[in-house]
């Protein structure tokens, strides 16, 4: 089946500078690659998605990108500010599978000031 | 955006009882409800996934008499943990699809429930 493979599981970045995080999938039948926030004890939130027919989307200081020959996909947080700090989560899925999600390890990104 | 509400937000129970959680799609009729359960400092892991009117498909190594999926109607979906034992003990979220449009393949999360059994 699907697996999703993200690096880092941790990251700590001063405020201002960038963060990035990668994504590995296997399935080259996925389509939709979602990236979640989520903050201790709740939900997570959508914070940006790429479908298989764009390489890059921005949206303010987040930006996604996709390479789908090498089964990649990254996220780019720019100017970091301490409430980004949180474990951000990437994701995979594809539609005929009713939009089942296969999420990665998450990563612990920690912005200090 | 789509809201899902869950319910209850926290349960503690007795080792051996059982627990129903719900999961309601407020403003959209959710043609798919997926159950995740979440341990402490590590990823969502999908359970099973709910159709309307369907049996639930469950993931390899989740137990479907033990962990019992009820999808009743387009609003509305439960998850029964029977006989829960403290190795239960987890964050489960439910997320629900098919708000349509542009929204396809989203998945919109409910506020998860933080089951401890003792």
């Known amino acids: 089946g699907e697996n999703v493979e993200q690096h880092p599981s941790t990251l700590s970045v001063q405020e201002g500078d960038s963060a990035v995080i990668k994504c590995t999938y296997s399935d080259s039948a996925s389509n939709y690659f979602p990236w979640y926030k989520q903050e201790l004890g709740k939900r997570p939130q959508l914070i940006i998605d790429i479908r298989s027919n764009v390489g890059e989307k921005k949206d303010q200081r987040i930006a996604v990108t996709l390479n789908k020959t090498a089964k990649h996909f990254s996220l780019h947080i720019t100017e970091t500010q301490p409430e980004d700090s949180a474990v951000y989560f990437c994701a995979a899925s594809k539609n005929n599978q009713g939009g089942k999600l296969i999420f990665g390890q998450g990563t612990e990104l920690s912005v200090k000031p | 955006g789509a809201v899902v509400s869950q319910h209850p937000s926290r349960v503690i129970c007795k080792s051996g009882t059982s627990v129903k959680i719900e999961c309601r799609s407020l403003?959209?009729?959710?043609?798919?409800m997926f159950w995740y359960r979440q341990f402490p400092k590590q990823s969502l892991m999908l359970m099973a996934t709910s159709n309307e009117g369907s049996k639930a498909t469950y993931e390899q190594g989740v137990e479907k008499d033990k962990f019992l999926i009820n999808h009743a109607s387009l609003t509305l979906s439960t998850l029964t943990v029977t006989s829960a034992h403290p190795e239960d003990s987890s964050f489960y979220i439910c997320?629900?699809?098919?708000?349509?449009?542009?929204?396809?393949?989203?998945?919109?999360f409910g506020p998860g429930t933080r089951l401890t059994v003792l």
């Open positions: 403003d959209f009729q959710a043609t798919t």
């Open positions: 997320s629900a699809s098919g708000a349509g449009g542009s929204l396809i393949n989203e998945q919109f």
